[in-house]
C-alpha cells in the first residue's frame, strides 16, 4: 500500500502526540527529490543502533526525552531541543522517556 505523504503547500502537524504516542507508529510525512521529513517515534529504552543518514540532518525532539551518540558524545536531547548533524554523521539514538522526533533529511540524491 503506498503512503501518502504532503503535497507542496500542505499543512501538518507535529504537535506533540500526548496520549497517542504509545499507539502512533514512525511515518514519513515528507518526500521529495532532495528532501525527507518524518516523525520518527520510539517507545522508552527502544533505539537505533548506530547509522548515517543519507545526507545532512536536524533533528527536533517533540516530545519525551532521548539520548543521542554522535561526534563521540552523549547529549540527552528533550522536548524543543534541536541538533544539526553533518553529512552521514555517524549517530545513534535511544528513547530514555517515550519521544517523537521531527527529522529532516537534507539528501544527496543526484
Do not use: W
Request: overall charge negative; hydrophobic content about 50%.
Amino acid at each position: 500500500m503506498a503512503m501518502n505523504h504532503a503535497a507542496s503547500g500542505e499543512l501538518i502537524d507535529v504537535r506533540p502526540l500526548g496520549a497517542a504516542l504509545r499507539q502512533t507508529h514512525s511515518r514519513t510525512l515528507v518526500r521529495a527529490n532532495h528532501l525527507e521529513v518524518f516523525r520518527f517515534v520510539l517507545a522508552a529504552g527502544q533505539a537505533a543502533p548506530d547509522h548515517k543518514a543519507a545526507g545532512a540532518l536536524t533533528m527536533q525532539c517533540l516530545e519525551g526525552a532521548v539520548e543521542l551518540d554522535a561526534h563521540g558524545r552523549t547529549q540527552i536531547l528533550q522536548a524543543g531541543d534541536m541538533v544539526y548533524l553533518a553529512d552521514a554523521e555517524p549517530h545513534a539514538v535511544r528513547a530514555l522517556e517515550d519521544a517523537s522526533l521531527l527529522i529532516s533529511i537534507l539528501l544527496r540524491r543526484t
